[in-house]
T-cell receptor, first 113, second 116 residues
Framework: GDSVTQMEGPVTLSEEAFLTINCTYT??????LFWYVQYPGEGLQLLLK?????DKGSNKGFEATYRKETTSFHLEKGSVQVSDSAVYFC????????????FGEGTQLTVNP | DAGVIQSPRHEVTEMGQEVTLRCKPI?????LFWYRQTMMRGLELLIY????????DSGMPEDRFSAKMPNASFSTLKIQPSEPRDSAVYFC??????????????FGNGTRLTVT
């Protein structure tokens, strides 16, 4: 079945540092890939998505490129801010999984000033 | 766009009591999902509906849990009787059918349930 594997957290960075959160997936079809972010006390929010190979999703300075050859969708940001502190979830959806999303376990990011 | 609305935001109850969580999905969305989030288990899918019909309830932990969707704008998740191990944050999410599975989920802000 489908699965998503994220790098283990927590991740702690200083402000303006470069961020990478690794995400790899296993899927039988051609999935759509998503990154969600969860701020304290809130629900998950869509951060970005990519629907086909080599697509790059981007939002709020975050980027992720759909790499079919390595089955990866790593999240990157060139310069993180304290306000980026949150939990980040990688997820996939494809036709074989119906309409559900398969989520990774989440990666806690803390950015210190 | 009001987003997915959940109520209550917080619920504290005693073991054995009935608990009802409520959700109003985004208008026009035809899928509704209930998730549970804990530190130990992470994010778990409990059940989901399509056009008000339950499609997969295999994630519902046991018979104490039940969910209904009487119409397109309202769903409930009920726990009866509640137990301390049910303490978690429960999220409702909705989604509109998209081509190729590329439409995102929209989450509510969750209900934090504490069972003492």
């Amino acid at each position: 079945g489908d699965s998503v594997t994220q790098m283990e957290g927590p991740v702690t960075l200083s402000e303006e540092a470069f961020l990478t959160i690794n995400c790899t997936y296993t899927a039988t079809g051609y999935p759509s890939l998503f990154w969600y972010v969860q701020y304290p006390g809130e629900g998950l929010q869509l951060l970005l998505k990519a629907t086909k190979a080599d697509d790059k999703g981007s939002n709020k300075g975050f980027e992720a490129t759909y790499r079919k050859e390595t089955t990866s969708f790593h999240l990157e940001k060139g310069s993180v801010q304290v306000s980026d502190s949150a939990v980040y979830f990688c997820a996939l959806s494809d036709k074989t999984s119906g309409s559900r999303l398969t989520f990774g376990e989440g990666t806690q990011l803390t950015v210190n000033p | 766009d009001a987003g997915v609305i959940q109520s209550p935001r917080h619920e504290v109850t005693e073991m054995g009591q009935e608990v009802t969580l409520r959700c109003k999905p985004i208008s026009g969305h035809d899928y509704l999902f209930w998730y549970r989030q804990t530190m130990m288990r992470g994010l778990e899918l409990l059940i989901y509906f399509n056009n008000n019909v339950p499609i997969d309830d295999s994630g519902m932990p046991e018979d104490r849990f039940s969910a209904k969707m009487p119409n397109a704008s309202f769903s409930t998740l009920k726990i009866q009787p509640s137990e301390p191990r049910d303490s978690a944050v429960y999220f409702c999410a909705s989604r509109q059918t998209g081509t190729g599975g590329n439409s995102p989920l929209h989450f509510g802000n969750g209900t934090r349930l504490t069972v003492t």
